[in-house]
């Protein structure tokens, strides 16, 4: 059996060295505390899965749903976004529920890209947006994110030939993995941009309710113009601590969301219904998890950053997101200051390099750990980092 080139193109797992280690340390009993993971450890509200419980008995929800989900979901986010942000969407024609947002921003390839065709990317970021256009035939063209550009893709440098060639822009404020942030002069540029090449931008934006110090984040449909030339993702997994339960949605220009829909249609089936209902409950119900959430993060934020200065290693404050970006002293490379960090100290972090060629010389660590573990793995690190 021969495996399609899409599969043999796939690029190697960085972390897969780490993962191994990982592995060995805890099948010989050690305690190994990983930053490495950016998944909530925080539950799901009560009152959503109270929504799911009921919802799951009512076999009306057995059933097959719709590919673009039940009208009261597509009401539900659309109000979510009109109170969130004070932007209104058609329901029916501008908003779609996702099986989480990774699987539309995979998809959306299929909507865009063509055998040869360009997809702009942010290195480092996601992999699925370079991956997903792999396997629709395409090719990715890199936009570095550096700490000199604050970590936004400097359109102006991209060559005139790139730009007219391309055919998708992916941005994703705040940033996984270097926690930057964009307002809306950014976006006003990306819309330029688009606009002049004739790029359809994705914005994937998953972290705008995952802030700190009272900051919050803007939605990239709220630039003007934004809806003319894009869509933005979004997801309830970082929102209210729903990654397992894998819903999503996207929104914005119609004619995209209507070919994502197309494609979807013919791939699957839609949320499973219950979960629809569940997320009607997130998004129309009490809000008062979002503030709690962040309240616990922001006390992590700060014991990592008090961590980080104690033993010298530096990273701008995020604002936003699940991570903090840390840059890795000069002597390492991020998959060597991994392993050594993991060998000497069963601390597990990311390796910056992992998220792209631009990543080399950071390494990400998530505040999605435990206080308990958290603090444990703080002390750990800090033990570790004075005898460097
Ligand atoms: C977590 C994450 C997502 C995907 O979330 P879903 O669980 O698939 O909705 C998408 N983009 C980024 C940058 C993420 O960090």
């Not at 933005?232 to 996207?250: A, D, P």
């Not at 006390?299 to 903090?324: N, Q």
């Amino acid at each position: 059996m021969k495996p399609a080139k899409r599969i043999e193109n796939l690029p190697p797992y960085l972390f897969v060295e780490i993962s191994r280690k990982i592995a060995e340390k805890r099948a010989r009993g050690e305690d190994v505390i990983s930053f490495a993971i950016g998944d909530p450890d925080i539950p799901t509200p009560q009152h959503i899965i109270e929504r799911l419980c009921q919802a799951a008995r009512d076999p009306a929800n057995h059933r097959y749903p719709e590919t673009n989900g039940l009208p009261q979901l597509r009401q539900a986010i659309s109000s979510w976004y009109q109170r969130r942000f004070e932007l209104s969407f058609d329901p029916d024609k501008e908003v779609l529920p996702l099986i989480g947002s990774k699987e539309g921003i995979g998809h959306i390839a299929l909507c865009f890209i063509d055998p040869g065709d360009l997809a702009l990317v942010t290195d480092p970021g996601y992999p699925v947006y370079s991956i997903g256009t792999m396997f629709a035939g395409g090719e990715s063209y890199s936009l570095p994110l550096t700490e000199d550009n604050d970590f936004l893709p400097d359109l102006d440098i991209i060559p005139a030939e790139i730009a007219y060639k391309a055919k998708l822009l992916w941005i994703n404020y705040p940033n996984n993995p270097t926690a930057a942030i964009a307002d809306l002069d950014f976006f006003d540029s990306v819309i330029a941009f688009a606009k002049k090449y004739d790029v359809a931008v994705c914005h994937d934006g998953p972290y705008t309710e995952v802030s700190f110090d009272g900051y919050r984040p803007t939605s990239f449909l709220q630039a003007r113009g934004a809806q003319e030339v894009g869509v933005e993702f979004h997801s309830l997994s970082k929102s209210y601590n729903m990654t397992g339960w894998r819903v999503g949605m996207v929104v914005g220009n119609e004619s995209i969301v209507n070919a994502l829909m197309k494609v979807k249609s013919n791939l699957d089936s839609g949320v499973p219904q219950a979960i629809q209902h569940a997320a009607i409950e997130a998004l129309l119900g009490d809000q008062g998890c979002i503030g709690e959430h962040n309240a616990i993060y922001q006390r992590r934020r700060d014991l990592v950053m008090k961590t980080l200065e104690k033993i010298g290693l530096r990273a701008r404050t995020p604002k936003a997101s699940l991570y903090v970006w840390v840059r890795v002293p000069e002597r390492y490379t991020s998959t060597d200051f991994c392993s050594k960090l993991l060998d000497e100290a069963s601390v597990a972090v990311t390796p910056g390099n992992s998220y792209g060629k631009h990543g080399e010389g950071y390494i990400r660590l998530s505040l999605t750990t435990p206080d308990d573990r958290l603090e444990e793995g703080l002390s750990r690190m800090e033990k570790w980092g004075q005898e460097q």
